[in-house]
């Protein structure tokens, strides 16, 4: 219960924080837009043969174009939230020198995540709320409640990112240029999970990393249900290598999690970046 | 007296530029981001559009051809991309470098020196033409390993002579930005939003008449516009030198309107932050 109450109160301290940024609270909601979404649809459009993205037709086997986007975009921004919000806040902290009197609690290290989870899934679930809003209101975005088919998935990715963010968090720790790492990863993750094309048009040698990721199976079982996509493998194996890949991440995550702090200690480098 | 001022200035601007390449070299890990994003963004888009193209569809190929004037998406792609990292190397470079000394204390202290206001606005402007070349040569590079593209030779050079031709024109929207920062403070989500902005606007990823009339004006009256589908031109339809002449005529006549906006710009609000105090402030 104490564990609980910690990982709540570094989620209100994490969203309180962020709210004093109101430029940044509103470039969540507007960078995702205009630098994922619009020029998306725009290229998109220009395949268009009378208004039907026929080559998205061929791909997915539906031709909604701004659902293939949006709903990718949901899978990038949970993908984000474990990169940036979870993985890369060690590193703020470390930066701002909190860190240390943060370790010096009796809190177990691992309610440091997943509170920063909480807080990075409020404004996730926030700024998504507010890009679909959009999405209905100027991009023709359709919303299905079938899509609601697709939690258990949602839950499940979820709970192997912060699996990853213990992961991302112990390597942030462990090296100085943190954030070019970040970067730099978020990105090939993202892309490797399909967000933004499907999987089968990434080159042969980087496929099987693709379907060893849970955020791949994630996003396609998504786009199955809010869109009537094409599957990329049968649904029940999908829901198999998800449940499998998230029961080797959340572990690995929490083991490397455990010995960079351990090494930290020893070495006393837990102020030092 | 004014030549003697004048070479100050000269020698003042070179020592500014010395300044931020000693940075550079400082911080060899930028290396690492400078080969990742101009090779990965671009190609990712190149791979996206085979999905939006059912994988090379003939319908969807003679439709994106209509709009384009091309079907050759991949260098379509990475001479957008190629403007891009151009725009992101002057954006979060010189374009932040008056925050970064007003964050580091430093501003105060070079405006007390006597050199020329446009030092410090243009000075450090200079070095990011290492960055661009570099990412130039990293981009086709990547072109030929990653799709087998060789690009024309004739093409590349008029390409390249195009890059030269449009230097003044993109440093003064690189000097314009770096005025409009010492009003602003915070850079990060501005950088963001301006390049998001002339991307969008420019061409970057799609044809630009897929843009709204408007949108269509204001991109007309943008530097990177131009350069872009002057280098498209030249790698993709086989362009002579004088069928790019009056495009690169423009761009000149931009330089000078963007060069003379830029120092008013600053003029202005460096008055301003005088009476206000606010350039120590951030």
């Not at chain 2, 007309?220 to 069928?243: E, F, Q």
Request: charged fraction near 10%; charge should be positive; include cysteine.
């Amino acid at each position: 219960m104490d564990e609980l109450r910690a990982a709540v109160a570094i989620a209100r301290k994490d969203i309180r924080n962020l709210s004093r940024y109101r430029l940044v609270v509103g470039s969540m909601i507007f960078t995702p837009l205009y630098q994922g979404v619009l020029p998306g649809l725009l290229f998109g459009a220009s395949f268009a043969v009378a208004g039907r993205v026929v080559g998205l037709e061929k791909t997915i086997g539906t031709d909604d174009l701004s659902g293939f986007i949006f709903f990718g975009g949901v899978i990038s921004s949970l993908v984000a939230t474990a990169f940036w919000a979870m993985g890369m806040s060690f590193r703020n902290e470390q930066e701002m020198g909190t860190l240390e009197p943060t370790w010096l609690t009796p809190t177990s290290k691992s309610t440091l995540v997943i509170g920063r989870a909480l807080g990075g899934m409020f404004w996730l679930v926030f700024s998504q709320i507010a890009i679909f809003s959009v999405g209905i209101l100027f991009f023709g975005l359709r919303v299905r409640w079938e899509m609601l088919y697709a939690l258990p998935a949602l839950v499940l990715a979820t709970i192997a990112l912060v699996g990853l963010a213990h992961l991302l968090a112990a390597i942030v720790l462990s090296i100085r240029d943190a954030n070019l790492f970040i970067d730099c990863t978020n990105f090939l993750f993202a892309t490797a999970s399909g967000v933004a094309f499907p999987v089968s048009f990434l080159p042969g040698v980087l496929q099987p990393i693709a379907f060893a990721l849970p955020t791949t199976y994630a996003t396609d079982i998504l786009r199955q249900h809010a869109l009537g996509t094409r599957p990329l493998l049968d649904p029940v194996l999908e829901y198999a290598a998800l449940v499998v890949s998230t029961i080797v991440m959340f572990p690995i995550g929490r083991w490397a999690f455990s010995a960079a702090e351990r090494r930290m200690r020893v070495r006393g480098t837990i102020g030092q970046y | 007296m004014t030549d003697a001022f004048t070479r100050a200035d000269l020698r003042a601007l070179i020592a500014s530029a010395r300044a931020s390449l000693r940075v550079m070299r400082r911080y060899p890990t930028q290396w690492i981001g400078q080969i990742f994003w101009p090779v990965l963004l671009p190609a990712v888009w190149v791979l996206i559009g085979q999905a939006y193209s059912g994988g090379g569809d003939p319908r969807a190929m003679d439709a994106f051809a209509a709009r384009s004037g091309t079907t050759g998406i991949t260098v379509f792609i990475f001479v957008g991309y190629a403007m891009y990292m151009w725009l992101s190397t002057l954006l979060w470079g010189p374009g932040t470098e008056l925050r970064r000394n007003q964050m580091t204390g430093t501003l105060e202290a070079i405006f007390l020196t006597p050199v020329s206001r446009l030092v410090p606005l243009f000075g450090p402007t200079l070095t990011t033409v290492i960055w661009t070349a570099f990412q130039l040569g990293v981009m086709s590079i990547a072109v030929w390993l990653l799709f087998g593209i060789v690009l024309p030779w004739q093409g590349a050079l008029l390409s390249l002579l195009v890059v030269v031709a449009s230097l003044p024109a993109m440093y003064a929207v690189g000097a314009l930005f770096a005025a409009s920062v010492l009003k602003f403070g915070e850079t990060g989500p501005i950088v963001q939003f301006v390049r998001g902005m002339l991307s969008l606007l420019c061409g970057i990823t799609f044809p630009i008449v897929m843009l709204p009339g408007w949108a269509q004006a204001v991109a007309t009256a943008m530097p990177p516009t131009y350069v872009v589908a002057s280098m498209r031109d030249a790698l993709l339809k086989d362009a002579s030198p004088l069928d790019l002449l009056p495009s690169v005529l423009i761009l000149f006549a931009l330089a000078l309107v963007f060069g003379v906006l830029a120092i008013t710009v600053f003029r202005v609000l460096e008055r301003s932050a005088r009476r206000t105090g606010m350039l120590g402030r951030y």
